[in-house]
């Protein structure tokens, strides 16, 4: 039999509560390879993204600044131009999701095929 679990064992101030790049995020990481190279505008962002909608990229872009993980450059020009960069905060995510890309590459057929067995019951 295992150990019962603690239900103290999360402490309420526990930083991962708050932690702004979770694996579930789906647009996240994206949007960090994407600014990988270097500062882009919505539109250049969109490209890549294609399944994203604009409400929802505003809204990954507006709590990625917030969290400091890229800031928002308004340039004062007629017409108004604004680019996305990764700031040092943002850049520290790259070796993370190296990790996940590696680790997807190694066990991705035995994710699908756990998932087809799932499915198949």
Sequence with gaps: ???????????PMCPSSVLPFRIGDKWTGMV??????GP????????PLRGVTSKVLSETLRAMERDGLIRRIAYPENP?????????????????LDAAR??????LPELLRARQAYDAD
């Design 32 to 37: 960090v390879r994407c600014l990988e190279q």
């Design 1 to 11: 039999m295992t150990t019962p679990l603690d239900p103290e064992m999360f402490d």
């Design 80 to 96: 108004p131009r604004v680019e996305y960069d990764l700031t040092p905060l943002g850049r520290s995510l790259l070796p993370l």
């Design 102 to 107: 590696a680790w997807s590459r190694e066990h």
């Design 40 to 47: 882009r505008r919505f539109g250049e962002l969109r490209g």
